[in-house]
């Protein structure tokens, strides 16, 4: 059964601390995405990446780590510098097609992290 | 340029009822536009998806219209059940972009 999973689903972090959420799709697509979710708020995009090793800032991308070390696996460390860390943080992918921004994205079923 | 405005926020519709949801948007450039459906707790997925060459799509009791004129798209869903009850974004993208650009998202409730 192809999809995304997203682990773990609860995630505190600690003053100072450096937490790091899994990302892995089996579905064998290129692109990959972040996106953080605010109660009330649409969906910000923190990193993508189109392909192994590559990898882009989105709109909020400060206070964030990513990696791309293989196709299906991408990481996103919340880091210290991330003063409000507490939020709902999504990961999904697309197929390629004529830009990655035009075809579907399919989303794992988050992390949600806060703050002890 | 970039954004696209969803309204209304919140939306109260009776079980059988028309549910109607906006977005609008600016840049002339964007050529998809798909909506998602999210439950609590859960990530969004794809309901239905337009591009603008169609004026209208529909899907089961799901309608997207579509007026490239206004610069405006709509999801409207018939006869609304409870089940129908969860956040819904738009979004839109173009070919050759990187990501998609969401709305902020309207929580609809149905009641029964």
């Known amino acids: 059964d192809g999809g995304i999973t997203q682990s773990p689903k609860y995630l505190f972090r600690k003053e100072g601390q450096n937490v790091t959420l899994s990302c892995e799709q089996n579905?064998?697509?290129?692109?990959m995405y972040w996106y953080r979710q605010d109660p009330g708020q649409g969906l910000r995009l923190i990193y993508y990446?189109?392909?192994?090793?590559?990898?882009q800032k989105g709109d909020i991308a400060e206070g964030y780590s990513v990696s791309r070390e293989k196709k299906e696996s991408f990481p996103l460390t919340v880091t210290s510098a991330q003063k409000n860390p507490t939020a709902f943080y999504l990961c999904?992918?697309?197929?390629?097609?004529?830009?990655?921004?035009?075809?579907?994205?399919?989303f794992g079923d988050g992390t949600r992290l806060s703050i002890l | 340029q970039q954004q696209v405005k969803q309204s209304p926020q919140s939306l109260i519709v009776q079980k059988g009822g028309i549910s109607i949801i906006n977005c609008a948007y600016e840049?002339?450039?964007?050529?998809?536009f798909p909506w998602y459906q999210q439950f609590p707790g859960k990530g969004p997925a794809l309901l239905i998806a337009?591009?603008?060459?169609?004026s209208e799509k529909k899907e089961g009791r799901f309608t997207i219209s579509f007026n490239k004129s206004a610069k405006q798209f709509s999801l409207h869903i018939m006869d609304s059940q409870p089940g129908d009850s969860a956040t819904y974004f738009c979004?839109?993208?173009?070919?050759?972009?990187?990501?998609?650009?969401f709305g902020q998202g309207t929580r609809l409730t149905i009641n029964p």
């Open positions: 999904a992918s697309s197929n390629p097609g004529i830009g990655y921004g035009n075809q579907p994205q399919h």
């Open positions: 579905l064998n697509h290129d692109a």
């Open positions: 990446s189109q392909i192994v090793n590559d990898f």
């Open positions: 840049n002339t450039a964007f050529d998809y």
């Open positions: 337009i591009r603008p060459d169609v």
């Open positions: 979004a839109a993208s173009f070919q050759g972009a990187q990501k998609l650009v």
